[in-house]
């Protein structure tokens, strides 16, 4: 859980920075998003590679490094559980600690869980917000709420527009099983992908 620090984090980098060589990538363009482990990568790549990635949106995932362990497991009860709290301070500086002396801007993240997520825990969600909300410099307070749909809750952090700086989705009623029908569009403005290119 390192910047460069091998595995697949840094694999995926190798494929971005594959691409980026080899094709005309406008580099305020560059978004990451995932749905369960790929929502646990999304969180760890934003956060090793802040510098890379303007915008990630992750689907049922859990804090950047909420998910490590130490002892050889491949799962980690007690964060898929919901039951790893900390600060907002505490998440930030976890993030922090992947990509040690860096002091620029963190991506805009978008956060989706829905609330009867057995897999992997609600409480992951609120946990999510607190780190990025922290690693962006803004309040746990939503500056705005409001509901796309009669299920969601949607709280925007920071800026208040289509690409807030964080964005949660709470889907009330639903289990690991997102994203669902209309979520994608939602995403897609969110990460800016809607809109052609200004480089």
């Known amino acids: 859980l390192r910047r460069d620090g091998g595995s697949d984090s840094t694999g995926i980098m190798a494929m971005v920075n594959y691409t980026r060589q080899r094709y005309n990538v406008d580099p305020g363009r560059i978004v990451v998003s995932g749905f369960s482990s790929g929502a646990m990568m999304t969180n760890v790549l934003a956060a090793e590679y802040p510098d890379v990635f303007s915008a990630a949106s992750a689907f049922s995932g859990v804090p950047a490094g909420c998910f490590a362990t130490n002892d050889g497991s491949l799962w980690n009860s007690q964060c898929s559980g919901g039951q790893i709290?900390?600060?907002?301070?505490?998440?930030?500086?976890?993030?922090?600690?992947?990509?040690?002396g860096y002091t620029g801007r963190y991506p805009r993240m978008q956060l989706w869980h829905g609330t009867t997520d057995t897999t992997l825990h609600y409480n992951n969600f609120g946990e999510e917000i607190k780190q990025w909300t922290n690693l962006n410099g803004l309040s746990q307070t939503p500056a705005f709420t409001d509901h796309p749909q009669s299920s969601w809750t949607r709280t925007r952090y920071g800026n208040t527009g289509t690409q807030a700086t964080v964005e949660g989705i709470s889907i009330s009623g639903v289990g690991?099983?997102?994203?669902?029908?209309g979520q994608l569009a939602y995403a897609i403005s969110f990460l800016g992908l809607d809109a052609p290119s200004t480089s």
Not at 85 to 100: E, I, N, S
Not at 176 to 181: E, G, I, K, V, Y
């Open 85 to 100: 709290t900390k600060t907002a301070q505490q998440w930030g500086d976890q993030a922090r600690a992947m990509y040690p």
């Open 176 to 181: 690991h099983q997102l994203p669902m029908s």
